[in-house]
Structure formats: C-alpha cells, structure tokens
C-alpha cells in the first residue's frame, strides 16, 4: 500500500512497502533526500559546464567536446546501467538494497572530480619535468580519464538515488515530492551558474574541489539519516549462465510494445538536451579556439553566461512547484505532453528570435520553464508505469534509449555545427528532438489509456 491512512486515534500515516511515517517522519525522509539531491544537481554542474570549457581552451574540436562530455557518459552508461539496476535491485544487506551503492561510489566521484579541477596545473607539471608530450595534448588525455572514473561512479550514485526515492517516498505524495525534487534540483543549479561558474577561469580547481567536498558530506549524511524498509527476497535465477540472465533480462525490460514507446521518450529527450548542454555556453559567449568563419554569437563573458544560466534554472522553481499537485491531479503523462508542446516551441523561438543579449535572456528563461514542465511530469511518470519490485531494472533499460540517443546526438550535433558554422543551430536540433518525443509522449498516452487509464491501469509484468 503506498498511500496515507489514518490510525485509531486520527493520526495521518503514510505508507510505502514496510515502511510506515507519520507526517513528521515523512518530512525528515524527504528533508534528507531533498538535501541531497540539491547537492547532486550542484555536482553534476561540474562535468557538465566546466569540461566544454576546459577542452576548449585547449582547442579541442566541437565533435571531441562532444564525444567526452556526452557520448563516452552515455556509451558508458548503456554498458553499466542494466547491470546497476539489477544488482541494485536484488541486492540484501543490513543498509538494504540501495544504500550500500551510494555509499561505495561516492569518494570515487569525489577523487575524479578533484582530477578535472587540476587537469590544467598537473598537464603544467607532467609536461614540464617528464616531457610527456603537449599541454593540451596532456591535458585532454587526463581529463578523458578523470571523466572515465566519474561516470562509472555517478552511474551508481545517479542511478541508485532515483531508485531509492521510489522505495521510500509514497506513491500518494510523489507528484508533490518530485516538484520539490526538480526545485531544488534548480536551486543547485542557479546556485552554481549563478555564484561560481563566472569565476571558473581563476578559480577552477577550488571550484571542482569544494562542490565535491560538501556533495560527499549530504551523500554520507543521506545514508546515515534515511533508512530503507525490508524487501522480499528476489526470486531465484533459473540458470547461473551470463548469457541467460541477459535473455531474461531483455525479455522482461522489452518483451512488451509498451515499454518501447516509453523508453522511446528518454532517446529523443535526451537527443535534445544534452547537446544543448554542450554547445549552448559557445552561442552565449565567445567560444575562442581560434574558431574563425563561424557566424557571430551573443557575445557574453562567461559571468554574464552563469547569470543567465542560473536565472533560468531560478524561474523553474515555481513551475517545479505548480506542476507538482498537477501531476497528481492529473496524471504524468497528461503533464509530459503539454511539456513537450511548449519545450518544441521554445526552442523554435529561441533559434528564430534570440539575437541579443536580451532577447536570448527573454527566450532562454521562456525555454527552462517549458522543459520544468517536462520534467517535473516525466520524473513521476517512470514510477506510475513500471513494477516496483524490479525499478531499477526497467529504469536502466530506460536508460539504454536515453544513452543511446546522448552517444549519437552530441557528435552528430557537433558535426552539423562545424559544417554549417554556427551555434544557432543546436537549438534547431534541439526543437525537431523534442517534437519527436512528443510524439513518443502521445503513443504512450493512448497505449496507456488501452491497458486501462487512469482507473484500471497495472504495471505490466512479463513472466
């Protein structure tokens, strides 16, 4: 049961599998994860803003930019994510079956981190006393290694956080928790783009190692505070064979129509917004490299850029808010649709009308408010649709579409740039990916209303 009820003597209780909180034990869970997740958002800044940067200071192209900032994550990704959710979910131990993940991959994601802030002064060292090539050359090689390591461990600590909500927040309040989610996900990333990413010049290396620092300490403090409840014992593996659990594994996360159109909303998502990440700071600011013949740009410092970037994270913040009591009034799917209609049109309008310091300000914060809406209704739309007690096994096989669609898109994206030499034109990709996924978003909507809707709707389970 995953709804609230009420005791002998009145008393508001909510319950999820063995777990059962009053109204003040529930705010404690969802203060700790909150925490955490601002924190987490705050992180995963630093990969995503900051490596573009670096490699392009040391003149790497647009396609190797995004090759080791989007593909190599996202190939990873499709290698490691069905094996985390699996192992994720049949995992038993005395800090349950999500807990020990977080804890395990934490300080590897603090150490790499640390890495990429001092690629430049270590490339600096190593060239200067062991003559081991270039600087940039160098530099390049060190921070596609520090990458390596962080995605393996941020595969474990992203992936097993999402799991975990599921186990530990009620399926009555989910709707309002994931607008709390996505806030203070926000909230983060204003936080960085706002107060830190314009000093990341001078003080990259104090950036990277401070933000690494206070997220393992929330991480430390979530596994300390949040306890997870029992879980029955998996069900046992016909055969011991590598081979036949990837057969049941593949049969159960795809052997439904279904599931192909839901996981088919996560690739073209992410087709859209990763390459976005990746090449939105060059159409902002001067992107330097010696980049002659390219169409000009808005033309920011990159403290103006961070500013812009953090007040349109800002400005999520109450939609987040206004979507959360929607999603559960009405259903995620329902909310994921009109997201995508509005995300399509702000990227039209952000490729045909941001020209301007101004106008890119006006349709940059039209644009996150759109995708707030989005993401607000598809972070609780994965735990509506899919089985509980195998989560993570589906949501990793969710996550072989969305790394599919980031290992192709970004080069693909940088290689549509390079030839038409212009940034503009990331937010075209970006507009004709996010009609896709519309597209997706209503195919589910009807096959969903097929196998029952709102009133007779059960996950789908393949036996």
Request: proline fraction near 5%; include cysteine; aromatic fraction near 18%.
């Amino acid at each position: 049961m995953n709804s609230p009820h009420t005791t002998e003597h009145s008393t508001p209780r909510y319950t999820v599998g063995t777990l059962v909180y009053s109204k003040l034990e529930l705010f404690r869970v969802v203060f700790w994860m909150l925490l955490a997740v601002f924190m987490l958002q705050l992180m995963q800044q630093l990969p995503i803003a900051l490596v573009p940067l670096q490699l392009r200071w040391v003149s790497a192209s647009d396609a190797l930019i995004g090759f080791l900032t989007g593909s190599l994550p996202a190939f990873l990704g499709i290698l490691l994510n069905p094996f985390v959710g699996v192992q994720s979910d049949r995992h038993r131990g005395p800090l349950g079956r999500r807990r020990p993940f977080l804890l395990w991959a934490t300080p590897a994601i603090v150490c790499s981190l640390i890495g990429l802030g001092c690629a430049k002064p270590l490339a600096e060292w190593f060239v200067a006393a062991w003559h081991l090539g270039s600087v940039p050359d160098f530099t390049i090689g060190w921070i596609a290694g520090c990458m390596l390591v962080f995605v393996v461990a941020n595969t474990y600590v992203l992936q097993v956080y999402q799991f975990m909500y599921v186990d530990v927040i009620p399926m009555s309040v989910m709707g309002k928790f994931i607008g709390f989610y996505r806030a203070l996900g926000a909230l983060g990333t204003f936080a960085f783009h706002y107060f830190l990413f314009g000093m990341a010049e001078s003080h990259m290396t104090l950036i990277y190692a401070g933000c690494a620092l206070v997220f393992a300490a929330c991480f430390f403090l979530l596994v300390w505070q949040v306890n997870e409840g029992g879980y029955p014992e998996p069900a046992a593996k016909n055969s011991a064979s590598l081979w036949s659990h990837a057969g049941e594994y593949f049969r159960e996360c795809f052997g439904h129509s279904f599931f192909w159109k839901v996981y088919s909303m996560s690739f073209f998502f992410w087709s859209a917004l990763v390459p976005l990440w990746a090449f939105v700071v060059f159409f902002g600011t001067k992107p330097g490299g010696g980049l002659e013949g390219y169409e000009p740009t808005i033309g920011l410092n990159l403290q103006e850029f961070g500013k812009i970037r953090g007040w349109g994270s800002l400005v999520s913040v109450p939609v987040f808010f206004a979507v959360g009591p929607l999603i559960d009034k009405f259903h995620p799917i329902r909310i994921c649709m009109v997201g995508l209609v509005l995300t399509t049109l702000a990227f039209l309008g952000c490729f045909v009308f941001a020209q301007t310091s101004l106008t890119f300000t006006i349709w940059w914060l039209v644009l996150m408010c759109a995708v707030a809406v989005y993401m607000g209704g598809v972070g609780a739309l994965f735990p509506r649709l899919m089985d509980r007690a195998k989560y993570g096994q589906f949501a990793s096989a969710n996550q072989i579409f969305g790394f599919s669609g980031v290992v192709m898109a970004p080069v693909l994206c940088g290689w549509m740039i390079a030839a038409l030499r212009d940034y503009r034109y990331v937010f075209l990709w970006c507009a004709v990916c996010s009609l896709l996924c519309g597209v997706a978003s209503v195919l589910v909507y009807f096959h969903w209303k097929k196998l029952g809707g709102d009133k007779d709707y059960k996950p789908i389970e393949i036996q």
